[in-house]
């Protein structure tokens, strides 16, 4: 080794590792970098869902009044979430009521979705949909959700009569929670148990949505 | 088990999980091989608990490569075997180019590799992943960095 070597062997040695740290950035690109892995995910989801080993598979549909989301079971629909109801929040409760295996699906809820745009658009009146009760308790609170599907497009009645209806006249308070906690909004129009007077009431997807849905039916 | 939705699983893994498999099989393969780490972390998902995700779903990856070698009797990715067609890579990019030489690493570098770069796992991780230990990761890693660079330098002459 001479003398000039040395510093030399010290900037080769220093340009092996720059040209290292080169070869990690070109491996690695930038986090976030585009790729195709989201076509491919979906087509996963798509199968899962389709499959059943995806036990929940939900979607999203834009409507004069919002997103809103829906969820199905290989039973049927089993919940819908209202505008005001993050999705973030949907997903989570039904990962954590029915099972964590869930996917986004739309092309599994095409017919839910279909059939939901019609109504917001004003044009269908009733549903055409498998439902699964799942996320209903059972007893009292399915009675009046059960008495409630029953209702026609376009009619109403009060938690007095929603609550006879479901074989107890006395226990309106009960028939407004049972409401409250309604998975299936919609579907199951609890948006058609009022109120008696001028003001409708509360809603599960906001008191103004409750008056456009209404509107919407022609009843108020 | 974990009630976390699989659903944000599936997002937070999916590039690194692909990223990987193409490096392990080829771009044509790596799509069978997507669907089937996915299929088998959903069907698998409760024993995830405990473990970590990426690390966890990125043994799966390595397993269904493995099979799939095993399937094809190849080698992963014969040298040379075209890339799908990308534009010249802008630097924010994975560079197609230098992960076809990974492709022509020895197994465990290839390996170690794909899983620190592609899949961004620590070297504990990986060590779990490929069953090893942490020291020996690191070392794969090294000189698959290594023998990459003298490639390049080869070629640049």
């Known amino acids: 080794m001479t003398k000039n070597d040395a510093p030399r062997d010290a900037g080769a040695k220093k340009g092996a590792a720059a040209d290292e740290r080169e070869i990690e950035v070109r491996l690695r690109g930038s986090a976030g970098a585009s790729d195709d892995s989201d076509e491919l995910a979906r087509r996963f989801a798509e199968i899962a869902a389709a499959s059943g080993d995806a036990e929940v598979a939900f979607a999203t549909l834009d409507t004069p009044v919002g997103t809103t989301s829906v969820a199905a079971t290989s039973r049927g629909i089993v919940s819908v979430g209202l505008p005001n109801h993050a999705l973030d929040d949907f997903v989570e409760r039904l990962a954590s009521d029915i099972s964590p295996r869930i996917v986004e699906a739309p092309g599994r809820l095409d017919d839910a979705r279909r059939e939901l745009s019609e109504f917001f658009e004003g044009e269908r009146r009733n549903f055409d949909l498998d439902l699964d009760w799942a996320l209903v308790p059972g007893g009292f609170y399915r009675k009046v959700l059960n008495a409630t599907a029953r209702l026609p497009y376009g009619s109403t009645k009060t938690y007095g009569e929603i609550a006879k209806s479901a074989g107890n006249p006395r226990a309106h308070r009960a028939a407004g929670t049972a409401l409250g906690v309604n998975p299936l909004p919609i579907v199951v129009p609890c948006h058609r148990i009022v109120r008696a007077g001028p003001d409708p009431g509360n809603y599960g997807g906001g008191p103004e949505l409750k008056r456009w849905l209404l509107g919407l039916e022609g009843s108020l | ?157």
């Open chain 2, 1 to 157: 088990m974990s009630r976390r939705p699989f659903h944000l699983f599936l997002d937070e893994h999916r590039t690194p999980v692909l990223a990987y498999l193409r490096a392990m099989v080829g771009p044509s393969d790596a799509d069978d091989c997507f669907q089937e780490t996915f299929m088998a972390a959903l069907r698998n998902y409760e024993t995830l608990d405990g473990h970590s995700p990426r690390a966890w779903v990125m043994t799966i990856a390595r397993n269904k490569a493995i099979d799939h070698h095993r399937a094809t009797g190849r080698r992963p990715v014969p040298k040379g075997e075209e890339l799908p067609d990308v534009p010249a890579p802008k630097t924010s990019e994975p560079d197609p180019e230098l992960w076809a030489e990974v492709a022509g690493l020895p197994d465990r570098q290839r390996e170690a590799v794909g899983l620190r770069f592609a899949a961004d796992l620590r070297y504990r991780e990986i060590a779990a992943a490929m069953d090893t230990s942490e020291e020996a990761a690191r070392r794969s890693v090294h000189e698959g960095l290594k023998k990459l660079r003298e490639r390049i330098t080869k070629e640049e002459r």
